[in-house]
């Protein structure tokens, strides 16, 4: 029995910490619900750290609904969300409800997630209004990378923390069950989770947040293109694979790999016939 969404405000009326990882397959999804994690967001991320392209923008719906499937089909309790590629979700909100669903429907996944705050709040309403649970996610919008012009911190002045305030509670006010707040200030992100009454989701956005959302590969130490300044590497397990393949590497070539104990038998008596 997966875990519901209505849990997650009263979660954070008692104070209670909310963490959320991504995962893109069956393996790690696997992994991670049986840790006990209740949420799991196969973002759009998906693109940079596992399909190798330079942003989010390329991901398509197809891509990422092949990899919700995996993470759904590996997991008992999370909650799935399953994040809308770059203009799955601009050119109408007929279009829109249509991928929303896709995710619902083929996807499996219990929810999805959306960037944007006062823009997309009408499309944010229109999706809650059919069933559908949605998490909005503002400040670093990566799929806005060529308007915002790089990686930076947002909601630095007035003006742009102010737009950010009025995002939130424009998600709010739509419908949506949590938003996430991205490479924002610290101050801004506390005020920002003490102004609204569902719960903020951090992504470097400081303690303050009511959760966390860290890409699971960079916790990992897996991704080593870049570290992103809000992440910590709890493992490195990128060493622990260059170092396992090595050596596994050596033994085929030093003939110690396999051993009799990966071999398999068969009747002596047989293979004497095939002599
Ligand atoms: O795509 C993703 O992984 C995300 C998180 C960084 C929030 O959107």
New binding site residues.
């Given amino acids: 029995m997966r875990i519901s969404i209505s849990q997650l405000k009263s979660m954070k009326q008692r104070g209670e910490k909310i963490t959320?990882l991504?995962a893109y397959d069956y393996i790690t999804a696997k992994i991670i619900d049986e840790a006990g994690i209740p949420l799991i967001?196969v973002?759009?991320?998906?693109g940079m750290v596992v399909l190798g392209y330079e942003s989010?923008i390329p991901v398509t719906i197809e891509e990422m609904l092949h990899h919700t499937k995996a993470v759904v089909r590996g997991t008992k309790q999370a909650i799935i969300i399953g994040?809308m590629p770059f203009m799955t979700y601009h050119t109408s909100i007929s279009d829109a409800l249509r991928n929303a669903a896709r995710f619902i429907q083929e996807g499996g996944a219990q929810s999805v997630?959306l960037?944007g705050g006062v823009t997309v709040a009408e499309t944010v309403r229109s999706i809650v209004s059919c069933g559908i649970p949605v998490m909005g996610?503002i400040g670093l919008t990566?799929q806005s990378i060529h308007q915002l012009g790089g990686y930076k911190v947002q909601g630095k002045t007035e003006e742009t923390a102010t737009r950010m305030l009025e995002d939130a509670h424009a998600l709010e006010q739509a419908g949506a069950f949590a938003v996430?707040l991205?490479t924002v200030p610290t101050p801004l992100a506390t005020l920002i989770t003490q102004s609204i009454s569902i719960p903020t989701?951090g992504?470097g956005a400081g303690i303050g947040c009511d959760g966390q959302?860290?890409?699971i590969s960079d916790i990992l130490g897996l991704f080593t293109d870049f570290v992103p300044k809000h992440a910590k590497q709890y493992a490195k397990l990128a060493d622990t694979i260059r170092a396992t393949v090595t050596e596994y590497d050596k033994e085929v070539k030093n003939g110690s790999f396999p051993t009799e104990e990966q071999g398999f038998s068969m009747d002596e008596s047989i293979l004497d016939k095939l002599k």
């Fill in positions: 959320i991504t967001l973002g759009d991320s998906l989010t994040d997630k960037e996610h990566p996430v991205e989701i992504i959302v860290q890409v």
